[in-house]
């Protein structure tokens, strides 16, 4: 048949299967038609070509389990390459023009032992074959003389290759299965996960898994592992489908996107949990089963690489085996079940003991039986008398915590032994900086607490000195215990949920107290740090004042490290680090020294001025004495601040100094205070492509203003580089000067913006407009998701409700926002209760409009 013909017909008949809502629904039955028909089409367009070569699909395809945009590879494999490099063009050509877009490798059987030695990826590729066309004895030949390569040796250094392979994919995809935005191939729990236990399996036994039959690859491979035992024919269906969910993602991915993919964004996940029939926000359900999925296929995969990984490591005589009890016996790093009777939670909490005492890991076996005694319990959903005691044991362990809470995790027990953690398997808030689900996020907490015993800081050493650290391990594991019922308020559910638990545990009440106020309190610390003024003393008394003594400030802070620096490698910087440091030494000094926070900024400020002789004159102490605020002190060294006097002297209208500071581009702007200032030296920054993380105000009495500006490139992230210094000072002029029409600037470059937008910042969310009442001003708090111009458009929007800025605090986690001012009207008062409606309207619509 003509190659244009044949290319509209294997177009028309693939956009059939693509179409097939009903083939859809069952992925596997999918993947069967669709490789098939591509094996059909390959056949018709190298019809009549004689081939002195076999022809065989590879990888996905050779599986059968080919998704609607997978690559097609294809393996021409000679006896000998030389001479035949036409006949490859000429099946390559027609192939292309009959719309079938292969890639190829040609292999002759010198390559057997080349890529054994060299390359673990190129040689799995010849297990991974299947025989479409040309001679097939050939084909075959290759295959017997494959296999007669895999000495015992091999075999081994292979398999050994392939567990340095998963650490390594691991690293760069996450080693976790509940990734928010996983890699559906590559990420822990992956389908690649199984594919990884079905080479290795092939290789040790030296069996290719596909078979002629219509069927794919790893069906045939379930049917091997129930046929032969390898595990109960139960936990193979629940391996079976949950490959199969995973599989059905990425069918749907592909036909969503219309090209191949394999990142499972969030705008994705809404669209094709309702195709797949989730309304509304059943998207979380779907996302929930997802990751349950994943969580299957991971714990099958390290199952059976400790499988593999026994079975060819040398076994060590019994003498050397440790009896740890009647039930669990230790050798070689391993735990072992030696008992007669079926495993209790009682039992199995006990082995997790043992595990995290010892850091050592179950044998195959005892993993198998814990998952399945866990199932069991499911199942019959009968709660099991058992006892806490090794509960408690494994949170007051030396070390390990965190590694044995994950293993617990990992195989179910965790959420069966706390049914109210069980809540929290899977559970995500899509669209928040957060990066894993609320039990990972968790996990990953309590890990980055265990660090820091080998840590210098003073978080550091802070962990170092607690004697006991169970009631602060406790409290991390149940921080966001209350997320499932409500993510609003889960600090204080979760401080109740936290105190039923623990008495059913049988924690004194005195122990419950500690826990309950640390889960109630773990996101105060950072907010205070973040978003309010740590040089005002009322912020600072408050503060202080929910503490009953500083051993509580400090496991607060121990805390609130552990929950930061485990949501994302983004959100825990040296900027909220400095942050932290500092409420937390003002607050520790004021509880010591029983004294208030205006005591302690006049001890510090009178400590500053008298550590140098630069602050002796009369000159910078009248400019001191005018800012009256601390903090310009700790921001500015003493050579920038004579700087800044130098320049204000001098009568500048308009003074801008730009330096780098880590990340980030400090900018300083010194001028003489107006009305919208703050507004207009947003806005031009914002279209100069600058984003601002920290803005810092200081205003002298005499309405010289010292404001400092924290930004990055929107496009790179990172610092600004100094050939755009010249045009940001001149806009800066501008705006200053008022002649800088911002609103048409910003229009022009929308188009542009809306292309950065659309690569930087994915999610829709809410905007939220909170107020906190203070002594002397009003402070509002703005929630939005992030957007280029954000801060220009709340400023602006401010000065036209005639709200004056006194102090602004911009936090930025990830892609959200929440920007802090501390607010007066034209006449220097709080603003009355009855404006806040109006002005919370207000300020939603211009960011909805944004948005």
């Not at 299947?130 to 075959?140: H, P, S, V």
């Not at 308020?489 to 500690?514: C, F, K, P, Q």
Request: with cysteine; net charge negative; proline share 2%.
């Amino acid at each position: 048949m003509d190659p244009l013909k044949l290319k509209e017909k294997f177009l028309e008949d693939r956009g059939r299967i693509f179409s097939d809502e009903d083939l859809l629904k069952d992925s596997f039955k999918f993947c069967i038609r669709w490789s098939v028909l591509v094996e059909e089409y390959i056949l018709r367009a190298l019809k009549g070509i004689k081939l002195d070569c076999a022809v065989a699909s590879v990888g996905s395809f050779s599986r059968r389990e080919l998704s609607p945009f997978s690559d097609i590879d294809l393996m021409f494999i000679f006896k000998e390459v030389d001479g035949n490099e036409k006949i490859i063009q000429e099946c390559v050509t027609k192939l292309w023009d009959s719309g079938i877009e292969v890639s190829h490798t040609i292999r002759d059987f010198s390559d057997i032992k080349k890529f054994l030695d060299e390359d673990l990826h190129a040689f799995t590729q010849f297990f991974e074959t299947r025989y479409i066309l040309g001679n097939e004895k050939l084909y075959w030949r290759w295959i017997k003389e494959l296999i007669s390569s895999l000495t015992e040796d091999n075999k081994k250094k292979l398999i050994l290759k392939f567990f340095e392979d998963i650490h390594l994919r691991y690293e760069k995809y996450g080693e976790s299965a509940k990734v928010l935005e996983p890699n559906i191939k590559y990420t822990a729990g992956g389908l690649r996960d199984l594919q990884a236990v079905e080479w290795i399996y092939s290789l040790k036994n030296e069996l290719l898994l596909n078979v002629q039959e219509e069927i794919t690859q790893s069906e045939n491979f379930f049917d091997i592992i129930r046929k032969k035992k390898i595990i109960i024919p139960r936990a193979v269906a629940r391996l079976q489908e949950s490959y199969r969910t995973i599989l059905n993602v990425r069918n749907h991915l592909h036909l969503l996107t219309n090209h191949k993919n394999d990142r499972f964004e969030f705008i994705y996940q809404e669209k094709i949990a309702h195709v797949l029939g989730y309304t509304g926000d059943g998207w979380h359900t779907f996302m929930r089963k997802y990751f349950e999925a994943a969580n299957i296929i991971k714990r099958f995969s390290r199952t059976m690489m400790k499988r593999f990984e026994e079975e060819i490591t040398p076994a060590l005589s019994d003498y050397l085996s440790i009896r740890l009890d009647d039930e669990f016996m230790l050798k070689s790093g391993n735990i072992s079940f030696i008992g007669e009777t079926t495993l209790t939670l009682s039992s199995i909490l006990r082995a997790f003991y043992y595990s995290g005492l010892h850091d050592a890991s179950f044998d195959e076996n005892l993993r198998a039986q814990i998952i399945e005694r866990v199932f069991d319990l499911e199942e019959s959903q009968t709660t099991e008398h058992q006892s806490s005691v090794f509960f408690r044991e494994i949170l007051r362990l030396p070390k390990n915590v965190g590694k044995t809470l994950a293993m617990m995790n990992e195989l179910g027990v965790l959420g069966a032994f706390l049914p109210e953690f069980g809540e929290l398997i899977g559970f995500f808030q899509p669209g928040v900086y957060h990066c894993y689900t609320a039990d990972e996020h968790t996990i990953i907490a309590l890990n980055n607490l265990e660090k820091l015993a080998d840590d210098t800081s003073i978080l550091g050493k802070l962990y170092q000195g607690l004697k006991e650290k169970d009631i602060l391990n406790i409290a991390v594991l149940f921080h966001d215990i209350a997320k499932p019922i409500s993510v609003a308020g889960h600090e204080i559910i979760g401080a109740e949920v936290a105190n039923s638990i623990m008495e059913r545990l049988g924690y004194d009440s005195d122990e419950i107290e500690i826990a309950q106020f640390l889960v109630h309190h773990h996101l105060t610390m950072e907010q205070v740090a973040f978003r309010r003024n740590l040089n005002d003393p009322s912020t600072l008394n408050n503060f202080a004042l929910l503490f009953q003594n500083s051993e509580m400030l400090d496991l607060l802070y121990l805390l609130t490290y552990a929950d930061l620096s485990a949501v994302s490698q983004v959100v825990w910087t040296k900027w909220k680090s400095d942050l932290l440091h500092e409420l937390y030494t003002k607050t520790k000094t004021m509880l010591d020294e029983r004294i208030s926070g205006q005591d302690l900024l006049s001890n510090n400020l009178k400590e500053i001025i008298s550590s140098s002789e630069i602050y002796s004159g009369d000159s910078i102490k009248d400019h001191i004495d005018s800012i009256n605020d601390l903090g310009y002190l700790q921001h500015f060294s003493a050579e920038e601040i004579n700087q800044h006097i130098e320049e204000i002297e001098k009568g500048s209208p308009l003074s801008v100094f730009l330096k780098d500071e880590g990340a980030f581009t400090v900018i300083t702007v010194i001028t003489r205070d107006s009305e919208a200032l703050l507004s207009r030296i947003c806005g031009a920054l914002s279209i100069n492509d600058l984003n601002i993380h920290d803005a810092k105000i200081f205003t002298r009495k005499d309405g010289i203003v010292i404001d400092s500006f924290s930004v990055t490139d929107f496009r790179t992230g990172g610092t600004i580089d100094e050939e755009r210094n010249t045009k940001i000072k001149h806009d800066l002029y501008l705006a200053v000067e008022n002649e800088l029409q911002i609103t048409k600037e910003f229009s022009k470059i929308k188009s542009k913006w809306r292309r950065i937008e659309n690569k930087f910042f994915k999610r829709k969310g809410k905007v939220k407009i909170a107020f906190e009442k203070h002594d002397k001003y009003t402070i509002i708090d703005v929630y939005s998701p992030d957007r280029l111009g954000l801060l220009f458009q709340i400023t602006k929007k401010m000065n036209e409700l005639g709200l004056s800025i006194y102090f602004a605090k911009i936090s930025t986690k990830a892609d959200d926002v929440v920007d802090s001012f501390y607010i007066l009207d034209r006449n220097r008062k709080k603003i009355s209760p009855n404006l806040y409606e109006l002005i919370t309207h207000e300020l939603t619509q211009s960011i909805e409009e944004m948005l």
